[in-house]
């Protein structure tokens, strides 16, 4: 068969009643799990998995997988509305989108976002079909000599475009790795920083850290304000952007799209490292005027198409080697293994109405959410049109019980009690949380890849630079390194904060 | 002498107290050779780091002048800090309707200017909500009632 | 009220207090069961316990719900069970990570022996030796001989330190004489990709993470750890046939309850888990990622923990395995 016919046959899958009908139910939980800070696509795949037990392997796989894209959606209607990214890989979407909210264009950002995403979507879902095996074969040869520099650079990036001080981003970035550290190491057992709390013998619970910073704290920060007037955009003018924002967005889209299908294919960067670097490659090349950080609306479109395309790329390594990217991604291959299917490049070949199944339906589910999400942005910011008197007891709620839903533990509150006293401090002292967040997730990885590669070159750190795509990322970390700290960049950089 | 940039100078003593917590509760852990590099390696790298930042920012708060910091509020910061945490001490001995009520008048208080009977529809519309979307929908193992 | 009637209600009372007081105990379950599985959902111990839970529900007629509760390397979930009324209704199901903690881990939450009961072991499943494809190794004794010829040049995958894939590797060096790195990873899935890009030389892999990778040939299966060869790899010999005499791993799962349960309900449980091995369905389920049924009695399965408790315990001391 060749590829038309493939597609022809994902369709024939997709198109049943019963599968659309389950395509419509993951993206829409998924939008519902976005929008809710501190229930995410984790914890509510996590769930419905024994639900999903009961369904036949194709409807399964649809119904998580529009869960997993459809979050990336709803995390981006309140970080634009409400400042809380409903996902983790939102968090940059905050930075401008929800200056655009306070101008009153919240709008024109949640319709970019949406049509940033769609775009985003289709290409990436193409990109599935036409390019699986040859980019498997290349996130295939990532060792952890590259994986170490690849997350290296990351960081950088995150340093790079984070608002403020430099210095300030560099601590919250090493804070960030520090917390990361925190549980049982696997390289020697020994746990790090537990304080024999039983609570963080698997480090900190990064929900709770999250939903700390990112809910909590804000709640305190902006109940200080004089008029505690309401956080949510009042005002989102007209959803559809204007031609001219439209223009101004395709190159932002195009760069977002294309680097977020990349980073999305490799373990370990996804949705949220798509996002940052989506951003800060906004930051460096898009044509003047600039002014990222202030409700640029390029600011949203780039990083909203990153984390999309990402989110569906990520499925590659997942279908064509049976590697999970991100812990969904893990949950993906336990409900395949339930239904006696070993992930895999046979899948592809032996259960070809599952892996094409599942392909169509992610287009079709990219569609479901354009069709449900631009008019039902005006649900839900009547939902959050809620005076901020009343919306906040809300988001501690919610916070409260998503951090509680990850482990059933009390102390994971706890440890959202104390974060949240640090992320006020944090927001008191102009120190950019984002960093910390990245720096978090990426720490424990980056230490074993380092400690892994050592382990293998028998302690010749020279294997960085002997592997040619390692010493790429490296390149390209130093170079970004370079450029921040050339003074003539670096006052312009401050002149374009200041603004 | 007088600190010019105390923003500057307290994320410097935020940084300086979090690497002097982990440079000392990293100090037995082992540092390893080479090859196995160990678990303090790491940990103690990134603690002297961070304590280097914390240093350059403290020192350059009294030479480069910042904006000041904006008065804290401790009373609203409390109030919500300690509503999450009694969130987590109560939930699995009030259960989640008792739970959110308390949650949200501590909460309420923060926010001052609420009014009793608007906090009591609140909590009857988030704890309706609550249960049925978290409890019945989403199937998280929650109490509901006293246990 | 005549004397008679006051009689009469008395016999009444005493017959129904009679009939009611065994009534009580006989009706156990008389509620939903809680299965703990103390790692998160995916992994082998999910799959099996869902299937357990499903079919030991219909079984003894309550429900039985299966609740992950991962967390420190099975500990958190297995204490909860430890914590729990004696009365049946919370139970655990654990892999070898039960027996190896109490010997790896500094400080522990609970006694194995003394805070927890043994109902049942359910399933055996042997770990496979795989090696990466460019290594000129197809058997066990040639992973031996190569072993040999290239001291301290190859490395070996585990899921971390303490894992059963890592204390299985160190009981290999210990047995062969063989020298080899230690890498750990997340899991052990993890580390296939290092396998197949000949940077990892070998590792003792689950059936259930290795079959994606050995159907199609992208790292090769060299021998399996039973005492006997397994129907998924019907053509492997096991490292004993092999020549390591006596080496054995198995993956084996237990179902455990708190101490001090009532003998009629470590028979109950007991006999419902052992009726419900024994039917083809749940038989075929578990064979899809490798596991055999296996059932055995409480005592026996108390016996066998105790065993399995001393073998590692000397193979992580031989070692010298701890964390540090």
């Known amino acids: 068969m060749d590829i038309q016919s493939y597609i022809t046959l994902g369709f024939s899958i997709a198109l049943t009643v019963q599968n659309i009908l389950y395509c419509f139910l993951g993206v829409f939980l998924g939008t519902v799990v976005g929008v809710l800070p501190g229930v995410g696509p984790v914890t509510t795949v996590a769930i419905l998995l024994p639900i999903s037990f009961t369904l036949d392997p194709v409807s399964a796989m649809i119904l998580l997988a529009g869960i997993y894209y459809g979050a990336q959606y709803g995390g981006s209607t309140t970080a634009i509305l409400v400042n809380i990214p409903g996902e983790a890989s939102s968090v940059v979407t905050t930075l401008d989108g929800h200056q655009m909210a306070k101008q009153g264009r919240a709008g024109p950002a949640l319709g970019i976002a949406a049509i940033g995403s769609f775009f985003a979507g289709c290409v990436a879902t193409l990109l599935i079909c036409f390019a699986a095996p040859p980019l498997a074969a290349i996130a295939l040869k990532f060792g952890p000599p590259e994986y170490f520099s690849l997350m290296l650079c990351g960081l950088i990036a995150a340093i790079v475009l984070a608002r403020g001080s430099i210095l300030k981003a560099i601590g919250m970035v090493v804070l960030g790795l520090l917390l990361g550290l925190a549980g049982s190491d696997i390289n020697s057992g020994v746990r790090r920083f537990t304080f024999d709390q039983a609570g963080l013998a698997d480090g900190i619970e990064f929900v709770a850290l999250s939903m700390a910073i990112y809910g909590i704290a804000e709640v305190a920060y902006n109940l200080e304000k004089k008029e505690v007037a309401t956080q949510v955009a009042r005002h989102i003018g007209r959803v559809w952007p204007t031609w001219s924002d439209i223009k101004l967005c395709i190159p932002s889209v195009l760069r977002g799209t294309t680097l977020g299908s990349i980073l999305g294919v490799l373990p370990g960067g996804g949705a949220l490292l798509a996002a940052f670097g989506a951003y800060t490659l906004e930051k460096k090349i898009a044509s003047p005027p600039r002014r990222f950080g202030e409700g640029d609306i390029r600011g949203v479109a780039a990083p909203e198409s990153a984390n999309n395309a990402g989110a569906q790329t990520s499925f590659i390594p997942m279908l064509t080697l049976g590697i999970p990217s991100n812990p969904t991604m893990a949950m993906m291959i336990g409900a395949l293994m339930i239904h006696g299917i070993s992930p895999g490049p046979r899948v592809m070949t032996d259960r070809p109405e599952l892996f094409w199944g599942l392909i169509a339906s992610m287009w079709i589910g990219n569609l479901i959410l354009v069709v449900l999400n631009l008019p039902l942005v005006g649900m839900w910011v009547k939902l959050l049109r809620i005076p901020y008197g009343l919306l906040f007891p809300a988001i501690i709620v919610f916070c409260c019980i998503g951090a509680f839903a990850v482990n059933s533990n009390a102390f994971d509150l706890y440890v959202m009690a104390f974060f949240a006293v640090v992320g006020y401090l944090c927001l008191k002292l102009d120190c950019e949380p984002a960093p910390l967040i990245l720096g978090f997730v990426l720490g424990p990885l980056m230490e074993e890849n380092l400690r892994r590669s050592l382990l293998m070159s028998r302690g010749d750190p020279a294997v960085f630079v002997t592997e040619p795509i390692s010493l790429a990322f490296l390149v390209v970390a130093a170079a970004l390194l370079l450029v921040v700290a050339a003074p003539a960049i670096r006052k312009q950089r401050e002149q374009a904060m200041q603004e | 002498m007088s600190i010019r940039a105390p923003k500057d100078f307290w994320s410097g003593v935020m940084f300086i107290a979090f690497a002097a917590v982990a440079l000392v509760a990293a100090r037995n852990y082992s540092l390893g050779t080479a090859v196995r590099m160990g678990p303090g390696y790491f940990p103690m790298l990134l603690g002297g780091v961070l304590a280097g930042i914390g240093v350059i920012l403290v020192i350059r708060s009294f030479i480069v002048s910042g904006e000041p910091i904006t008065p804290v509020h401790i009373v609203p910061l409390a109030a919500i800090v300690l509503a999450v945490a009694l969130f987590g001490a109560l939930l699995q001995r009030l259960g989640l309707v008792l739970t959110l009520a308390i949650v949200i008048a501590i909460s309420a208080f923060a926010g001052r200017q609420t009014r009793f009977v608007e906090v009591l529809a609140l909590a009857g519309v988030l704890a309706v909500f609550s249960v049925a979307v978290f409890v019945y929908g989403l199937r998280l193992p929650l109490p509901i009632w006293p246990q | ?324």
């Open chain 3, 1 to 324: 009220m005549t004397v008679t009637r006051w009689f009469g209600l008395l016999i009444a009372v005493v017959l129904a207090t009679a009939t009611t007081s065994p009534a009580v105990a006989e009706s156990y379950p008389s509620k939903p069961i809680k299965l703990i599985l103390p790692y998160s959902p995916g992994g082998i111990i999910d799959y099996v316990g869902r299937q357990i839970a499903q079919y030991l529900g219909e079984s003894i007629g309550q429900p039985v719900v299966a609740e992950n509760r991962p967390g420190a390397g099975g500990i958190t979930g297995t204490d909860v069970a430890a914590r729990a009324a004696p009365d049946g209704y919370t139970i655990v199901l654990m892999d070898p990570a039960i027996v190896i903690n109490p010997t790896l881990q500094p400080s522990m939450p609970y006694d194995l022996f003394k805070n927890l009961t043994t109902i049942s072991i359910v399933s055996t499943s042997p770990e496979v030796v795989v090696v990466a494809p460019q290594l000129p190794v197809k058997s066990m004794a040639e992973l031996v001989a190569y072993g040999k010829a290239n001291p301290g040049k190859m490395n070996f995958a585990s899921a971390g330190v303490g894992t059963t894939p890592h204390l299985a590797g160190e009981l290999f060096l210990q047995r062969s004489g063989v020298t080899a790195t230690h890498v750990p990873y997340r899991s052990i899935g993890q580390s296939y990709p290092d396998i197949m890009a000949n940077k990892i030389q070998f590792a003792f892999s689950s059936i259930a993470g290795a079959l994606p990778f050995t159907t199609d040939n992208r790292v090769r299966p060299i021998a399996t750890t039973g005492t006997k060869r397994t129907p998924v790899y019907p053509d492997l010999q096991t490292v004993d046939e092999a020549g390591l005499k006596g080496f054995e791993v198995d993956l084996w799962l237990g179902v455990f309850g708190p101490a001090g349960l009532p003998n009629d309900v470590t028979t109950k449980l007991n006999a419902g888990l052992q009726k419900i091995l024994k039917n083809p369905s749940l038989i075929k389920a578990l064979a899809k990622v490798g596991v055999e049924p296996n059932g055995t009695a409480p005592e026996a399965g108390a016996s066998f923990v105790k065993s399995e408790f001393q073998k590692w315990k000397k193979v992580i001391a031989d070692g010298n395995i701890k964390p540090n």
